[in-house]
């Protein structure tokens, strides 16, 4: 699920614009708006409200309108200093390497793909192996999809098809985690039209999942609530489709959209109620798998009831759901990373600043190119540092520095 963090009150969004414009001190922003350092620390703790004579000066001085500092949407946080690699996106413009041989075998490169979602799903060096091995296999299947596009094996062009549809989904979740929204946005729709080509109703429906997705790392209101649609009529198509256990699993993972479609949008009455009404008997009836790499089961709704939880900014109820799920057995390690990230974000709402650090070293050492990459880790260290006391400054400072913060 994605981890976007809430909106931001009034004194988060203070901070936000000191750092971003300028990153001045407390006690200078303070003193040319003709407050204490003191008073200004407990308006961005969330411990007092300015007036409005007071907001006035502060937006004056941030530069920005006082709106901003009242509005409710969210802020754009700043992105994490990574990109795809540019071999992969060069591959997905069609620049891979030229062909002396026919392409390969529909069975090889369904190891293949697989291999890699394997990789991707599991490896605590992720991005840096899907690097090295994703331009080549990209190159390969699209080759066999134009080479069997005109062929006289039909089931050989349908498995070909499968496998670039699996292999796009695939590079959605790669594109998207490395900031590349637009390719991840581009390979989102290649699935989709490969799985529509192969006639393949549960591989649409899931790379519909996949798109959703795209759409949900989006901050326009308009996006998210797209995610939603696109999620729920793939629901609708799906259930013309015979059921089985792979196909009741996939729609249990599309209702989780429309899930984090709700909460994203501050609808939590409605988050709620779709997670237990729908998501809930879906998983209970699927169990615990990974169809089409969703990761979806009992598990991973549990992790969605405490993400709606941290994204209302209930952080006690967020850490009493998250007390009772156990990730050990989670096939995916970036669930279990958003999971511990989602956790760590409560622990900071409530400024229990000791298991906060905790779990930032944890998920370091589980996913360390997650983190490296992830916006809200960047944003749960930076206020650590702000007001973390000495007996934890010294490991706070060092987090600080292997994101490249300081």
């Known amino acids: 699920m994605t981890s976007t963090p809430p909106s931001l009150p009034i004194g988060r969004r203070i901070k936000h614009y000191r750092r971003a414009n300028g990153n001045r001190s407390v006690a200078v922003v303070a003193g040319l708006c003709g407050i204490t350092e003191r008073y200004l620390r407990l308006i961005e703790a969330g411990e007092k409200t300015p007036s409005a004579e007071v907001l006035t000066r502060l937006a004056a001085e941030l530069g920005v309108p006082v709106a901003a500092l009242l509005t409710e949407d969210p802020i754009e946080e700043p992105a994490a200093p990574h990109t795809a690699a540019p071999e992969v996106a060069r591959a997905l413009m069609g620049h891979g390497p030229a062909y002396n041989t026919g392409p390969g075998h529909p069975a090889q490169l ?3 793909v697989e291999q890699a979602w394997q990789i991707w799903q599991v490896s605590k060096d992720r991005f840096t192996e899907a690097a090295q091995i994703l331009p080549s296999l990209i190159a390969d299947v699209e080759y066999a999809v134009r080479a069997h596009r005109h062929g006289s094996d039909p089931a050989a062009r349908r498995e070909v098809l499968r496998v670039a549809a699996d292999l796009y989904g695939l590079l959605r979740s790669y594109c998207r985690r490395t900031g590349r929204l637009d390719l991840s946005l581009m390979v989102a729709d290649r699935a989709l039209r490969a799985a529509e080509d192969a006639d393949d ?5 899931a790379a519909s999942w996949n798109l959703g997705h795209v759409l949900l790392s989006h901050s326009e209101p308009s996006a998210v609530e797209e995610a939603r649609e696109v999620a ?3 629901v609708e198509q799906l259930r013309r489709a015979p059921v089985t ?9 599309l209702e989780l959209v429309a899930v984090v479609s709700d909460a994203r949008r501050r609808n939590w009455w409605e988050a709620r109620r779709r997670l237990e009404q729908r998501a809930v008997p879906l998983a209970q009836r699927a169990g615990e798998g990974n169809a089409h790499w969703t990761v979806f089961g009992p598990t991973n709704v549990a992790l969605h009831a405490m993400s709606i939880e941290m994204l209302a900014g209930e952080a006690t109820s967020g850490l009493r759901v998250a007390d009772q799920v156990d990730t050990s057995r989670l096939p995916s390690r970036e669930r279990q990373f958003t999971f511990g990230l989602e956790v760590a974000r409560c622990h900071d709402l409530r400024r229990e600043d000791a298991a906060v650090l905790v779990h930032l070293l944890g998920l370091e050492d589980l996913a360390p190119e997650d983190f ?4 809200l880790a960047r944003d749960i260290v930076l206020g650590l540092q702000k007001r973390v006391r000495p007996t934890f400054r010294r490991q706070v400072t060092g987090l600080a520095e292997r994101l490249q913060l300081v």
């Open 110 to 112: 369904r190891e293949r």
């Open 245 to 253: 256990a792979e196909s009741r699993a996939v729609e249990g993972a």
């Open 372 to 375: 490296a990459r992830s916006s």
């Open 232 to 234: 729920l009529l793939a």
């Open 201 to 205: 109703p549960v591989r649409i429906a």
